[in-house]
Every structure is written in C-alpha cells, then in structure tokens.
C-alpha cells in the first residue's frame, strides 16, 4: 500500500490549502484514513480522520478550521485546511489504519496503531 500526499506550500496566515492522500489500493476505501503533522522539534500528533464511512473527527485546535474527507471512487482522501496559522506549520502526513472495526464510525487519534504513511508535505503558514 501506497500512499501520495500533496498539497503543501508557503502561505499566509488566513489563507488556505488543500491536502490530498492518494492511494494505490483501492482497499483504503474500507478504512480510516488519518492526517498527522509535525512540526520540528515536537512528536507527530494527531489532525484529524475520516473513517471507511465518512465520520470525521478533529483535534480541538482545528475542529473549526480543517474539513477532512474522502473519495473512495477515486481512492484519495483530503484535508481542507482554511484560516491557517502560523501554528500549523509542520510537515503533514496521511496514514491508513487497516485494522479492522465493527463499527464504521471508530478510529485512533495514536500515529502508532496507523499501518500505512505517506511520505508527508510541507506546510508552512507566515504571519
């Protein structure tokens, strides 16, 4: 399993971009997909994540701001990311958890228990 993120760049404070997680399987579609970043000098923490049905959930911090979602019929997964903040900046990265839930609406916010990364992008925000 691959995944390609996308999306990053240089912007300022109040602008917004668009992340995307490509996958190279179409077996993503069945599971959570999570956003990470990680900003230097700090461990990776969690975003946010859609899972297999399309149930986001958010860090507090972005709950307002970042939309997460999904298009399984095109395998890729996106974080919308508006009125960004100098605080966010961190290299992003997508994950897919493959473990599997009975319910379609669980998910992890531990980086540990994600089993697929993407190779991550740069997300940088200027006041």
């Known amino acids: 399993v691959q995944l390609q993120a996308s999306g990053g760049g240089l912007v300022q404070a109040g602008d917004s971009l668009r992340l995307s997680c490509a996958a190279s399987i179409r077996a993503v579609t069945n599971h959570t997909v999570g956003w990470f970043r990680q900003a230097p000098g700090k461990e990776r923490e969690f975003v946010a994540a859609?899972?297999?049905?399309?149930?986001?959930y958010y860090e507090d911090s972005v709950k307002d701001r970042f939309t997460v979602s999904r298009d399984n019929a095109k395998n890729t997964a996106y974080l919308q990311m508006n009125n960004l903040k100098p605080g966010d900046t961190a290299v992003y990265y997508c994950?897919?958890?493959?473990?599997?839930?009975?319910?379609?609406?669980?998910?992890?916010?531990?980086?540990?228990?994600?089993?697929?990364w993407g190779q991550g992008t740069q997300v940088t925000v200027s006041s």
């Open positions: 994950a897919a958890d493959f473990t599997y839930y009975s319910s379609p609406t669980t998910f992890t916010r531990s980086y540990k228990d994600y089993h697929y």
């Open positions: 859609v899972t297999r049905n399309g149930y986001p």
